[in-house]
């Protein structure tokens, strides 16, 4: 998914050679769409990785839902791709803003606040699902 969106973007601004193979970084002309986007190379890696793991396409999202046969488990599988997506953005994110430039990175107090409301939904979740499980196959 995220070479289709390297490839939109190459295609929008009209880029024919966005990448130094041999040495993995922006020339030419991709260097300067980076810099009209304000999208630093810790910021482009961060946005790829939130974009391997957000959910896919429509189809496998039809695909999903056929197959969980339930409305409660597609959307609560959407919603755990988006905050692992958004978790390894942030992360990678922060930690390359960390290492290249020595300071977090913007927004790094709100971020770490839904990461934190991210794992507590799924650890009550995972609670919940716990208790019923054991009420339901409870040996009398």
């Known amino acids: 998914m995220s070479a289709y969106v390297v490839g939109t973007i190459a295609t929008v601004f009209a880029i024919s050679n966005l990448i130094d193979t041999e040495e993995l970084e922006l020339i030419g002309e991709g260097n300067a769409v ?4 304000g999208i630093t190379k810790v910021a482009a890696l961060a946005y790829l990785m939130f974009n391997l793991y957000t959910p896919p396409c429509f189809a496998a999202l039809g695909a999903m839902n056929s197959e969980m046969k339930s409305a409660k488990w597609l959307w609560g599988a959407i919603g755990l791709q988006l905050a692992t997506g958004f978790t390894v953005g942030f992360l990678v994110y922060q930690i390359g803003t960390l290492i290249t430039t020595g300071a977090l990175g913007a927004g790094f107090v709100y971020g770490l606040i839904a990461i934190a409301v991210f794992a507590a939904f799924i650890v009550y979740l995972i ?11 409870k040996l009398d």
Request: net charge neutral.
């Open 34 to 37: 980076a810099a009209v986007m």
């Open 127 to 137: 609670q919940k699902n716990q208790k019923e499980m054991a009420l339901e196959y």
